[in-house]
């Protein structure tokens, strides 16, 4: 603790740029860490210093923990920042970030450990007063326990990898019929992804919305909450549009839900900047899903609202320092909406699409905030999440910060590879976004958004950077790069 000089970012693309950005305000040097597929990535030439951990495959490199801390210490660190994804949520790793003498930038190991298991965070906040989705307590045994637990809270049901994450494990079960074939397909591929075959069941909520509370804690005692976010439009139960404050959360929804979460984050003993999910449904009723014991990719609306930078306040808390406010000194201001720009082919199930970025230009201008992976033309690889960049829009008003958000992605400059920014137009200009009709169905409910096909805003900026290259336009960047098939790394590939 004291001190903190110099800082270790163990990751990569946007999220390591933003991370180094505010350490460099803080006059805090960066080293940055990169695997070889990296070499020429924008965070290798942002940060002070830089040190390869491996090949491309992120077992070998951005999650080989060895290797990390090695770097850390060849370079002099004195912190790790881990981001989101990679080993941010990963106990072993924080501990042994502390056992090396270095200042881990999040929560206690425990902490990780204990919102890590689904099962025992449930048990936890069943304990601590803060509901919880109904269903089983623990990790079901077998198929007759589970069919009767399943009868118990009605169908449909869910099943969920207790070790859970990134949509794995995850079956909706609609009739007593499908149970056995959902539980063994769970098991499975919890096992596969997490060596933690361990499922549990929950009832499965119609429609509900996705709202989530984010905290901040001191290790004195200091705790707020920072308000909080929708994030109710995913596709295959993975975010991609998110907003602060949520378009229909009031001022007595608001308090029940901030408290729950701030409950929540004192029971596991957290300290640092974290997240409390839960699923809110018709009747206003919420109930806990998961803490995510990280920053998140959407933190920059709350950002937004707060005029808080919630990087600086993570350094703060992890040099032992007390949080500079309270509850009452915070205030929301305007509404933010934030939109992720990934590579993906929404028309085709948002089916991840790499290759090289032939032109990348983010937009700008008053309320406009872009958090781009590249700062310049450069690949989108194969190896790692496909998301190339978070626009983020402020506004006085929800409508404004929905112009806005329109606006600026229009003006975004990107070839060379299907984004979803089409559809992201698509939904800032549907009614049902207007009126703020969301729920985690949204993408189904609304398929034609996705779908759809309008003279393409890509297609239409291809031709003209084809023009300026001097090349014939065809079909644009698709039949002019080598295709490159999504790979199984692609589709196992996590989100956050
Ligand atoms: P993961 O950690 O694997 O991403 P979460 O538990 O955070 O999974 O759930 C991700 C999304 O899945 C939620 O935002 C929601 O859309 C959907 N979901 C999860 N649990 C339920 C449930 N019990 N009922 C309805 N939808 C659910």
Known sequence: MGQLRKVLVANRGEIALRIMRTCKELGIRTVAVYSEADRQSAHVRYAD????????????????????????????ADAVHPGYGFLSENAEFAARCEEAGLTFIGPPARAIAIMGDKTRARMLMAQAGVPIVPGTPDAVESLEEAAAIADGIGYPVITKAAAGGGGKGMRLVQSPSELAHAMALAQSEAQSSFGDGRVFIEKYLVKPRHVEVQVLMDSHGGAVH??????????????????APSAIVTPGLRQRMTDAALKAAHACGYIGAGTVEFLLDRDQHFYFMEMNTRLQVEHPVTEWITGLDLVA?????????????VQSDLAMRGHAIECRVYAEDAASGFLPDAGLLIRHAPCSGLGVRADAAFDGPGEVSIHYDPMIAKVSTWGRTREEARRRMLRALKDYDIAGVKTT????IRVMESEAF??????????????ALATSRPAGLESARAAAIAAVLGRPYDRPTEARLPAVQPSRSWQRRRTY
């Open 313 to 325: 306040e993570q350094i703060r808390v992890a040099r032992g320092e007390r949080l500079a406010f």
């Open 421 to 424: 920014i089409p559809f992201c």
């Open 226 to 243: 920072l308000y909080e976010r929708e994030c109710s439009i995913q596709r295959r139960h993975q975010k991609v549009i998110e907003e």
């Open 434 to 447: 207007r009126r703020g009709e969301l729920s985690t169905h949204f993408v189904n409910d609304h398929a």
């Open 49 to 76: 210093e830089a040190c390869c951990l491996g090949p491309a495959p992120s077992r070998e490199s951005y999650l080989a923990i060895g290797r990390v801390l090695d770097a850390a210490m060849q370079h002099g």
